[in-house]
């Protein structure tokens, strides 16, 4: 079955970076895209970026685009997510998921539980 | 990247049906077929309940169905039990690989 394990969070300071990880298992994690997509504390889920199936091609939402960068290691079957400049406003859970199509880009299906990011002086 | 809109809650009681409507722009609604929903529990994650404005994955009750007119997409319950009171997400593909999500709605079962 889909597992989709993340890692990395914890509390930070305003301005400094923190690398998220999500293992994956139960596919084959080098034909799908992934997304990672955010909750801050009591609020909506919100888009954060998506991995073309090779890795090839990053997208960001205008709101991290030049602080974070998306990466991911097909031979480990692993994503990431490199967060710089870290603000107070990122401080939420940070979901990794997979897409819904092999080798396209329409909407997550699987996630994992989430890795809580606390950005805070 | 503009948020869609969806209604702060619904609700209804048990055997009931609850529609929860998504309004976006042709950027991302209108313009694509890639409308999903998710239900979320209480410190739970997000579980995809439809893709593709109407497709239900395995597993998923049919008593959920979606639907599409124009900038809107409609998410339906049907025949309301105990277990649906979560919050519902609807999510767009908004162009470019980006998505977008609306604010999310809370469905109370009475």
């Known amino acids: 079955q889909v597992q989709l394990v993340e890692s990395g969070g914890g509390a930070v300071q305003p301005g400094r970076s923190l690398r998220l990880s999500c293992a994956a298992s139960g596919f084959a994690f080098s034909s799908y895209g992934m997304h990672w997509v955010r909750q801050a504390p009591g609020q909506g889920l919100e888009w954060v970026s998506f991995s073309w199936y090779d890795g090839n091609d990053k997208y960001y939402a205008d709101s991290v685009k030049g602080r974070f960068t998306i990466s991911r290691d097909n031979s480990k079957n692993t994503l990431f997510l490199q967060m710089n400049s870290l603000r107070a406003e990122d401080t939420a859970i940070y979901y990794c998921?997979?897409?819904?199509?092999?080798?396209?880009?329409?909407?997550?299906?699987?996630w994992g539980q989430g890795t809580l990011v606390t950005v805070s002086s | 990247q503009s948020a869609l809109t969806q209604p702060r809650s619904v609700s209804g009681s048990p055997g009931q049906s609850v529609t929860i409507s998504c309004s976006g722009t042709s950027s991302d609604v209108g313009g694509y077929d890639y409308v999903s929903w998710y239900q979320q529990h209480p410190g739970k994650a997000p579980k995809l309940m439809i893709y593709d404005v109407s497709e239900r994955p395995s597993g998923v009750p049919d008593r959920f169905s979606g639907s599409k007119s124009g900038n809107t997409a409609s998410l339906t319950v049907s025949g309301l039990q105990a277990e649906d009171e979560a919050d519902y997400y609807c999510c767009s593909y908004a162009g470019s690989y980006t998505f977008v999500f609306g604010p999310g709605t809370r469905v109370t079962v009475l």
């Open positions: 998921a997979r897409d819904n199509r092999i080798f396209g880009a329409t909407s997550p299906d699987y």
